[in-house]
């Protein structure tokens, strides 16, 4: 959960920081949003993974 807590910290600063770029250097232009729904998503798979969804999908491997 700590790695989440962290993922989820870097992610609200970075758009933080990209989405007033964003409208100072070219505001007729939005491209923050690719990274907001790109960087979103995998978050959202890491907010699954840390919430325990993809327990059961593990693959059991044989004990070498």
Do not use: E
């Not at 870097?10 to 960087?39: D, E």
């Amino acid at each position: 959960l700590k790695g989440f807590s962290r993922h989820l910290a870097a992610y609200f600063l970075a758009m933080i920081v990209l989405v007033p770029i964003n409208y100072y250097l070219t505001p007729n232009t939005v491209w923050f949003t690719l990274p907001m729904v790109g960087w979103g998503s995998i978050l959202a798979i890491h907010a699954a993974y840390a919430m325990g969804l993809f327990k059961g999908i593990t693959r059991n491997h044989p004990p070498p």
